[in-house]
Every structure is written in C-alpha cells, then in structure tokens.
Nanobody, 122 residues
Framework: QVQLLESGGGSVQAGDSLRLSCAAS????????MGWFRQAPGNEREFVAG????????YYADAVRGRFTISRDGAKTTTYLQMNSLKPEDTATYYC???????????????WGQGTQVTVSS
C-alpha cells in the first residue's frame, strides 16, 4: 500500500552534486524504514544508504560514506539522498525502497520506486 517515486537524477560532471528525492504515498499511516539502492548495467543492485523510521539513525555503504547524506522530511513522507563529490563510479539507476526496518539487503524491502538515472562523467 505504499507507492514510491524518485526524482532528481540527471547528468553531471565528476565533483558535482545532486539531490535525489523519494516521495512516498499510500493508504497507510505507518512509518517505514527507507533505503536507497543503486544498480549499474551488469552489476547487482547495491545498498547505498538507509534511514530508520524516526529519521534519527542513518547507514551508509563504504563507497559513499562521507559524500552522501540520507535524510527524511518532518512528515517522513519524503526521503532525500544528497550526493556530493560525485564520481563516475556513482553512475547508476538509483532506487528508493521502504520496509519494516533498515537493511543492506535489497530483498528485505517490500516497496520500490521505479528509479531515477544518475550519470556522472569524468
């Protein structure tokens, strides 16, 4: 009963920044843990960042720690991924996901958006 819609992707140069948004809607008042994942052609879908229901605790993949920041708005209906110092290796389709908690395993999440493309050129 949750629909997720990502936005904010685009094509940028190495060193630039992007801010992705994930808008959640549905007929539930429950809060969910949220995760951001990414998948490049030929690669598996990998965990990028996660945030708990309260928004107080965050998790990051080693590859993005220190560069990316995940956060939630006050209503906890929108989840953001601020991406700074982007590298060509960050090029991928980025997906947001909602689950009953936070996990680095994509199979944990029940709801997924359709993804937004991020392309970083060198």
């Amino acid at each position: 009963q949750v629909q997720l819609l990502e936005s904010g992707g685009g094509s940028v140069q190495a060193g630039d920044s992007l801010r992705l948004s994930c808008a959640a809607s549905g007929r539930t008042f429950s809060d969910y843990g949220m995760g951001w994942f990414r998948q490049a052609p030929g690669n598996e879908r990998e965990f990028v960042a996660g945030v708990t229901r309260s928004g107080a605790i965050t998790y990051y993949a080693d590859a993005v720690r220190g560069r990316f920041t995940i956060s939630r708005d006050g209503a906890k209906t929108t989840t953001y991924l601020q991406m700074n110092s982007l590298k060509p290796e960050d090029t991928a389709t980025y997906y947001c996901a909602a689950g009953n908690g936070v996990s680095g395993n994509a199979n944990f999440y029940a709801y997924w958006g359709q993804g937004t493309q991020v392309t970083v050129s060198s």
